[in-house]
């Protein structure tokens, strides 16, 4: 489960305006990321200097919403903001009520757009231990194993935690959770 | 022939008192099929001057099948329009004259880009370097370069998208330092489509239909209401023009077809701007702050 780099600024241009050009570059990026067979796309924007909300949206935003769709299974990481492209993404997912995780230069992690306290303690502690079961996790954040297990099917969704269906040691089916960071 | 004069200032705040001077005078106007807008007394003109005009003609035309003739000011105003487009306007309806030789003034203005005509996104690239050289040169930060050029390219795009404007989209610049140390950047740009409820409503935005112009305007600006309901990334736009004027205390003048909202000030108090003013089809949005 290793990463697939794109460089927007080396593939395409280092100032992105547009919807247009947004979508040319997300569908773009979708082909190339369904001929591989890594799961984690590291979008990397070093280099990038301006970008408008609507290309932020469209690049980003509709990504993420494509990783409930065609891209299910597969995970997004942004890596390489400048303060000002960081806004306008900040800003498209804001208005899109979605969040995404970033990866910075010191391997430190955040996350953008609009995300719950809940959500980030929940996503902090799959980082924190790595692997993790659901009532594990519920237990190391003190919370109902139902709330852990909505608040890691949203993270799931937004294409921020690895998820592996195994056989519990009960008998049943379980799902493991695995950050996707530092793979 | 009838005669709009035009005040000594055509800026943001004029043009409300010019489109009631169109409308008392419409009549006469169709009638004749011919309007004469007298700048010649004028002695400012911003970049929101310079695109209602281009809009008020366009506007003429495109409702009364009306040409324009367009008289220049004499002096400074009259070289900065020269300069900026004006001697080689494109709309075949529009006449435009100058009464002196303006090749004096020519040479002392260097404050103002020229009327860029636009009618594709693709053309936001070569827009935003302009706009960057010009806030370069008058040492504005890289923090309000990367807000304004973003604010810029979005404006553009609602142009091409949305506006089906019959004409060019237009967008002008004026940016200096005053002898303060101030600087000052204005920008505005414009279409003759269709205009912001409109659009709203033939996209099926329920409720458009019962509101005018203006509360068309404030929906959008407030509420980031959008021709595309069902897809959630839009909006962002004019909301976070909004915002953005806001924030820095700027003036901004959203106008569509016969509704004006924005922001200006009053005794250095910042103010919200909701009238009504009489049609003029399309969309002009002008943007003026001060650092």
Known sequence: MDRFEINLANQFEEQLWGREQGKQIRESIIDSLL???????????????????????????????????????????????????????????????????????????????????????????????????????????????????????????LGMVYREEQTAPTGGKQFIYSSILYI | MVEIKFPDRYVLRQFPEICELIEENRDEIIAAGLVRLDLSATNFVDPFGMVTLIGVCRHMFNAYHVSSTIILPDGDAGAYMERAGFKTLGDPFITVIRKKSLIEYFKRNHNMGVLRFFNSEKEIQSINEEVEGWMETNLFSEEEIHSITTFISEM???????????????????????????????????????????????????????????????????????????????????????????????????????????????????????????LVMGTNIGFHLKT
């Open chain 1, 35 to 157: 001929k591989t067979r890594q799961r984690v796309l590291l979008l990397n924007f070093a280099g990038v200097t301006r970008i408008d909300f609507s290309c932020a949206s469209e690049i980003v935003s509709i990504l993420i919403l494509r990783l409930s769709g065609e891209l299910k299974g597969r995970h997004l990481v942004l890596t390489g903001l400048s303060n000002f492209v960081e806004e306008n993404i900040d800003a498209a997912l804001d208005k899109a009520e979605l969040c995404c995780l970033v990866l910075e230069d010191d391997n430190s992690w955040k996350m953008i757009g609009r995300y719950s306290d809940t959500l980030f303690q929940t996503l902090s502690k799959v980082i924190e231990l790595g692997t993790v079961d659901t009532p594990t996790l519920a237990t190391a954040l003190n919370i109902a194993v139902t709330s852990c297990n909505n608040r890691l099917k949203t993270l799931f969704t």
């Open chain 2, 156 to 278: 553009v795009q609602n142009v091409c998208q949305h506006s089906r404007t019959p004409q060019q989209g237009v967008f002008c610049i004026q940016t200096y330092k005053t002898k303060k140390g101030e600087s000052i950047l204005s920008w505005a740009i414009g279409d003759a489509g269709i205009g912001i409820r409109q659009s709203l409503v033939e996209s099926g935005v329920e409720k458009m239909e019962r509101f005018g112009d203006e509360r068309a305007i404030r929906e959008v600006v407030m509420n980031g209401i959008s021709r595309f309901q069902d897809d959630i990334t839009r909006g962002n736009g004019l909301s976070r023009l909004y915002k953005g004027a806001q924030k820095r205390s700027a003036i901004l003048y959203i106008h569509s077809n016969s509704g004006l909202f924005g922001l200006y000030s009053d005794e250095n108090k910042p103010r919200k701007l909701e009238m009504g003013v009489p």
